[in-house]
């Protein structure tokens, strides 16, 4: 079992940010939250991991809610507004009896699909540009 740790994860800025998320505990389904703080609560960051197991199948998952924030003004009043979202998940199924090559490969796999130099794939989540 892992203990629970803060994470830093690049982002593909041209250069590249660390953005820390810090542990901020569980949600009511036991879903542990991670959060990076800006000072600004409605423009943090959060990224939630649980892990499941029914039906003899195991299944963790990752989630990332990434807000965008505006400033709006208001009879003088300024308060900041979420304009937007990205949600971004992955959600994995592996048997109890997988092994743990079978469950490295699997992770590797959609690692490595989601790399930069991996064109069509790219093309598709960044650019938002269909497959022909």
Known sequence: MAARSTISILDRAATPVAHTFTPDGDDANGVHIFTEKTGVP???????????????????????????????????????????????????????TSTDQERK???????????????????????LSDIY
């Open 42 to 96: 409605a423009a943090d960051r959060r990224m939630t991991v649980g892990l499941r197991f029914s039906n003899g199948k195991y299944r963790p998952s990752v989630r990332f809610t990434l807000p965008v924030v505006q400033t709006q003004t208001i009879n003088g009043i300024s308060t900041p507004v979420v304009v937007r979202s990205a949600i971004v998940e992955a959600n994995f199924t592996f048997d109890a």
């Open 105 to 127: 490969d699997a992770v590797s796999f959609l690692e490595k699909s989601l790399a930069s130099t991996q064109t069509m794939m790219n093309d598709t989540l960044v650019n």
